[in-house]
T-cell receptor, first 111, second 117 residues
Framework: SQKIEQNSEALNIQEGKTATLTCNYT??????LQWYRQDPGRGPVFLLL?????KEKRKERLKVTFDTTLKQSLFHITASQPADSATYLC??????????FGRGTSLIVHP | GAVVSQHPSRVICKSGTSVKIECRSL??????MFWYRQFPKQSLMLMAT?????????EQGVEKDKFLINHASLTLSTLTVTSAHPEDSSFYIC?????????????FGEGSRLTVL
């Protein structure tokens, strides 16, 4: 069966460091992969989309990589700030524009 | 970016009553809207996909008679939880994709926390 795996344990890092979150998937051939941020009690907010033929995408302090051989995406936040603390969801889509979401990983940035 | 407004943000109701949640796209036309529910520390579970002017497509295991979805216009979709029971208590979130917009990006509402007593 299809699986999207994100680390269920919270990632704790110190302010200024780079946070790296992982999204692994199995039995899936996504056309593209998205990352969203979700704050407690709020709806997710879109951050980045990367297509299957792209290796890397950047937006300000954010960087996403997509390795279709490893079936993995890495999400990096450089120079992290306490305001970056949130849950980050990855979502995969075969191209139907109906993505399937992972459970998300909580990031806590300590001042 | 595009804005999706969801209302109410919180609702508490008695068991057996029906609750309606509205989802509006404020500055774009949404050809497709999605309804999700989310339990604490769990992923978003897609309940149904609605297209303007047609019947919603429900995911396996979601009762269409229990969760009524109406997508009456390109800017409004509603979810009605009928005869709500405590097990329906959850966080319900809608999202929309823009007609002709960037492919794949979803714009989410703020979510509605339903508590059934």
């Amino acid at each position: 069966s299809q699986k999207i795996e994100q680390n269920s344990e919270a990632l704790n890092i110190q302010e200024g460091k780079t946070a790296t979150l992982t999204c692994n998937y199995t039995n899936y051939s996504p056309a593209y992969l998205q990352w969203y941020r979700q704050d407690p009690g709020r709806g997710p907010v879109f951050l980045l989309l990367i297509r299957e033929n792209e290796k890397e995408k950047r937006k300000e302090r954010l960087k996403v990589t997509f390795d279709t051989t490893l079936k993995q995406s890495l999400f990096h936040i450089t120079a992290s700030q306490p305001a970056d603390s949130a849950t980050y969801l990855c979502a995969l889509d075969r191209g139907s524009y109906i993505p399937t979401f992972g459970r998300g990983t909580s990031l806590i940035v300590h001042p | 970016g595009a804005v999706v407004s969801q209302h109410p943000s919180r609702v508490i109701c008695k068991s057996g009553t029906s609750v309606k949640i509205e989802c509006r796209s404020l500055d774009f036309q949404a050809t497709t809207m999605f309804w999700y529910r989310q339990f604490p520390k769990q992923s978003l579970m897609l309940m149904a996909t609605s297209n303007e002017g047609s019947k919603a497509t429900y995911e396996q295991g979601v009762e269409k008679d229990k969760f009524l979805i109406n997508h009456a216009s390109l800017t409004l979709s509603t979810l009605t939880v009928t005869s709500a029971h405590p097990e329906d208590s959850s966080f319900y979130i809608c999202s929309a994709s823009a007609a002709g917009g960037p492919s794949g990006e979803l714009f989410f509402g703020e979510g509605s926390r339903l508590t059934v007593l």
